[in-house]
Nanobody, 116 residues
Framework: QVQLVESGGGLVQAGGSLRLSCAAS????????MGWYRQAPGKQRELVAD???????RYADSVKGRFTISRGVAKNTVNLQMNSLKPEDTAVYYC??????????WGQGTQVTVSS
């Protein structure tokens, strides 16, 4: 089993920035990729960005050029720097990890609210 602990999130005005962090613990040898998904009210959960152990990343078109995903200095951590935030970025953001993309493991979610 892998446990994911998220931090960051909160309320910010449009155009502002936030940083999300996620740390994995437990059976992390099974983790090949980590990433972030989000779910807005009434919508399906969607990929925001993910990154593999070898540094290959991918982004949703809606966040390209504004969000940056990176692996942390500490092993099995992942960060999401979110700049130029828009009201449509408002959602619960979930950390994800596992062998596949998406992986089997999910964090508890952290709320990001962008006011106009």
């Amino acid at each position: 089993q892998v446990q994911l602990v998220e931090s960051g999130g909160g309320l910010v005005q449009a155009g502002g920035s936030l940083r999300l962090s996620c740390a994995a613990s437990g059976s992390t040898a099974s983790v090949k990729a980590m990433g972030w998904y989000r779910q807005a009210p009434g919508k399906q959960r969607e990929l925001v960005a993910d990154i593999t152990n070898d540094g290959t990343n991918r982004y949703a078109d809606s966040v390209k050029g504004r969000f940056t995903i990176s692996r942390g200095v500490a092993k099995n951590t992942v960060n999401l720097q979110m700049n130029s935030l828009k009201p449509e970025d408002t959602a619960v953001y979930y950390c994800n990890a596992g062998w596949l993309r998406p992986g089997n493991y999910w964090g508890q979610g952290t709320q990001v609210t962008v006011s106009s």
